[in-house]
């Protein structure tokens, strides 16, 4: 495994801070130059709307003002990690009422966004169709995780049961598609470590099925290991140190080359709005990308955590 050097770490820290949001930017200075919690949980607060939930492009592949379940993950995502901070759980109150008001007892779960996103630029595979009803572990699963975590704002549904429900669907299902693992690690993470072993096996199933480990191909939209560090214990993966150099090099070589990570997908339509997503994404994940070799001491030799 290599290091990141310091000269394209500030190349990374400088597209951040000349492109990316202002969301982008604090959580940046946050993590790398002086904590700013209570900047981050105002910056997510311009994205919640009088409902309780998130919209107004917090999720950049769909623009619409409106609020979603799928944006409100977005921001539980991050918020979660500063649960402790003052005014973040007055935040959280109004999202989880929100995802709660939400509930669709006819599938038993959230539709990712409603018919609203068709009336604003979306990349394709968010748009809404009528009538088309289905339950999905991508969004259900991690947003009963945060109901889980947050259960003292959830009176309104029957938070074990939606648990129970979506523990069974999981070792129901045949497989596991990859934006549904996502959510699954998230709902795995707050679940107790004997619930953890009911579904533990049928991850590392799904992951051995899914993950890519030729960084030919990393370059396409295609979910490489990194993609599933979130999980709690990464080790569980079985993931062997080659593979994980392997997929860190490939990080820091995108970062040396260009400077930052670009969206390995398009919209093809919208051409105007994509690429202010695109820059937006960007942004997002150049900052994953620091964290994640951050979190696995790849940065240069003399970079210290705050």
């Not at 979130?230 to 860190?248: H, P, R, V, Y």
């Amino acid at each position: 495994m290599r290091l990141l050097s310091q000269e394209a770490f500030e190349s990374a820290s400088r597209y951040i801070l000349n492109n990316g949001r202002y969301l982008e930017k604090l959580l940046f200075s946050h993590f790398f130059i002086e904590p700013c919690p209570e900047k981050i949980i105002k910056a997510y607060q311009m994205y919640q709307n009088r409902d309780g939930g998130y919209g107004n492009g917090l999720e950049p592949d769909f623009r619409m003002p409106y609020s979603s379940p799928m944006a409100t993950t977005t921001a539980l995502q991050k918020l979660s990690q500063f649960k402790h901070e003052p005014g973040v759980l007055e935040q959280v109150e109004k999202a989880i009422h929100y995802l709660v008001d939400t509930y669709d007892p006819s599938i038993n779960g959230w539709e990712a966004t409603s018919k609203m996103v068709n009336l604003y630029p979306h990349a394709p595979w968010w748009k809404y169709q009528e009538g088309v009803k289905n339950f999905s572990l991508n969004p259900t699963a991690e947003i009963i995780g945060y109901l889980m975590e947050f259960n003292q704002f959830a009176s309104g549904v029957n938070v074990e049961q939606l648990k129970n429900d979506v523990i069974e669907a999981i070792n129901t299902k045949s497989a596991l598609e990859e934006h549904e693992l996502y959510c699954v690690i998230r709902f795995y993470n707050r679940l107790s470590d004997i619930e953890q072993l009911l579904i533990i096996d049928k991850i590392k199933a799904s992951y051995d099925d899914l993950v890519v480990y030729d960084p030919l191909s990393w370059d396409q939209y295609v979910p490489y290991p990194l993609k599933f560090s979130e999980i709690d214990d990464f080790d569980l993966l079985g993931l062997l140190k080659s593979d994980l150099d392997n997929n860190i090099n490939y990080l820091i070589d995108k970062i040396t080359l260009v400077g930052h990570l670009a969206p390995t997908w398009q919209w093809g339509g919208y051409l105007e709005e994509w690429e202010i997503a695109k820059r937006e994404w960007s942004g997002v994940l150049t900052l994953d990308a620091l964290l994640q070799l951050d979190r696995f001491n790849a940065l240069f030799n003399s970079y210290k955590k705050q």
